[in-house]
């Protein structure tokens, strides 16, 4: 017998409208053994069989709280299992249609890349340490579960329930169908987008239009463990410096210069103008940038300088003329008449992406191709 079937089930009552209700409903129940029975696994004889077998020896349970279970299908055709009278101690009892169309498609997906998949499983990963994954998948010794959210949930108990299935090795990756969940390296998720014909999820990302694909997609990223948080290390990557035309500001010199107004970063679809003074704790990287600003213009030395202003150093740009500190306001006027006049190619390594961590080029979710994919556990 499963972890799942010996273990009681308390789902989270979750917020639907009232269009999408589907009450007392479940994919899944158990049989006088103990065994677990899925409906969707059954050809419709064998579930005509099974139906009449349990109105005469009524030996099937819900697992949720071991309540009678009848046979019923949707008037979409989809096979079910349903409470006979809920339990006042069971939340279990209400579970929308849509929930229980994502939990089979998981599976499908699952089974057809060669995994052994079941729903609605629970788990203990310490003392009093309860877990629930709406699908687990193993295959090779390896453990993936799939969480679907129908209501919003508070981010440190998403990341409590993450840790608890990561202490007994399972890998989870989430499916909410609200917005404002955490976008971090610790919790692989997407949004879910229901269209007319198909499910399909959005990676969300900060400063572009989230990627958009069938829900398949992503499964089948998740199952043959496609999914990459970050930036592509090691993948090359264009740096534009862009630069524009000032005065400089003294009165001795007055002269026209060149400044560098940032240095335009674009890694996959998302793009970012980098500043000077962001360089300022990466001198290694600036100095990858440096020989590439053509020698034929105008446009004065980055370095760092003192600021009597500020009373500090950092990296600036300067008069190309009599060298003195170009201070950031400057860059707004130059940047009116900006253009780019160098492209760099840049290898992305961890110090690149954390510079563009703390520029503020948001990582997030995405899937890489099959010839990434990680080996098996």
Not at 3 to 25: F, H, K, Y
Not at 208 to 222: C, G, H, K, Q, Y
């Amino acid at each position: 017998m499963s972890v799942a079937d010996m273990l009681p089930c308390t789902l989270r009552q979750a917020n639907r409208r009232i269009s999408e209700w589907i009450l007392d409903m479940s994919l899944r129940c158990l049989d006088d053994q103990g065994a677990s029975i899925l409906a969707f696994d059954m050809l419709p004889d064998e579930w005509k069989s099974l139906t009449s077998e349990n109105r005469r020896r009524h030996h099937l349970r819900m697992p949720c709280c071991d309540g009678s279970v009848s046979l019923r299908r949707t008037p979409e055709g989809l096979q079910h299992f349903m409470h006979k009278a809920v339990s006042g101690d069971c939340v279990a009892a209400h579970e929308s249609g849509a929930q229980m169309r994502l939990k089979q498609a998981a599976v499908t997906v699952a089974r057809s890349l060669g995994w052994h998949a079941t729903i609605d499983v629970w788990g203990r990963s310490g003392e009093d340490e309860l877990w629930f994954a709406d699908v687990v998948a193993e295959r090779d010794g390896l453990c993936i579960a799939v969480c679907i959210e129908w209501s919003s949930q508070a981010d440190e108990d998403l990341i409590r329930r993450q840790e608890r299935m990561a202490r007994v090795g399972i890998e989870c990756v989430w499916l909410f169908r609200g917005v404002g969940f955490p976008v971090t390296e610790t919790l692989p998720a997407a949004r879910l987008a229901e269209g007319a014909s198909e499910f399909r999820v959005e990676l969300p990302r900060q400063y572009d239009r989230s990627a958009s694909m069938p829900l398949e997609t992503f499964l089948e990223a998740a199952f043959t463990r496609r999914l990459r948080f970050g930036e592509p290390i090691g993948d090359s990557v264009v740096a534009s410096v862009l630069a524009g035309s000032t005065i400089c500001w003294h009165s001795e010199c007055r002269e026209e210069t060149e400044i560098v107004t940032g240095i335009h970063f674009e890694v996959g679809t998302v793009a970012r103008v980098l500043t000077l003074e962001q360089f300022d704790d990466f001198p290694e990287l600036f100095e990858q940038i440096r020989p590439h600003i053509p020698r034929d213009r105008r446009v004065g030395a980055v370095k760092r300088r003192y600021s009597h202003t500020r009373q500090e150093e950092y990296l600036s740009n300067g008069c190309f003329a009599c060298d003195r500190l170009m201070g950031r306001h400057y860059d707004h006027d130059a940047t009116e008449d900006g253009e780019i006049i160098a492209e760099v190619p840049v290898l992305l390594t961890d110090r690149w992406r954390t510079l563009i961590d703390i520029a503020g080029c948001t990582s997030h979710w995405r899937i890489v191709p099959e010839s990434d994919a990680e080996p098996k556990a």
